[in-house]
């Protein structure tokens, strides 16, 4: 089963920006919809943002504006491209399937917003 593998997460003051790459092992061409999700701590995972393979888009109400999520099946690889940071922000974000594929959950790439 193919496996995601998240990078570029960090520390950024709030107003800040941050993009996101999510490398999976095989080919992501076959798969329907992609993911960006986060669980902050204490909290539940949840799906934040979705592009599937025709190029829609969509986003939680929490995010709407601020965040846009971008796949290149060439590469295997999907984007999250975050602006406008904010402090509930802070989480571990995760890509996957969606919905998710059980065994593929990577570590996650820890994003931090705080002044």
């Known amino acids: 089963q193919v496996q995601f593998v998240e990078s570029g997460g960090g520390l950024v003051q709030p107003g800040g920006s941050l993009r996101l790459s999510c490398a999976a092992s095989?080919?992501?061409?076959?798969?329907?919809?992609m993911g960006w999700y986060r669980q902050a701590p204490g909290k539940q995972r949840d799906l934040v943002a979705v592009?599937?393979?025709?190029?829609?888009?969509n986003y939680a109400d929490s995010v709407k504006g601020r965040f846009t999520i971008s796949r290149d099946n060439a590469k295997n690889t999907v984007y999250l491209q975050m602006n406008s940071l904010k402090p509930e922000d802070t989480a571990v974000y995760y890509c996957?399937?969606?919905?998710?594929?059980?065994?593929?959950w990577g570590q996650g790439t820890q994003v931090t917003v705080s002044s």
């Open positions: 095989g080919s992501i061409s076959s798969i329907y919809a």
């Open positions: 996957n399937a969606a919905p998710g594929l059980g065994n593929s």
């Open positions: 592009v599937t393979n025709g190029g829609s888009t």
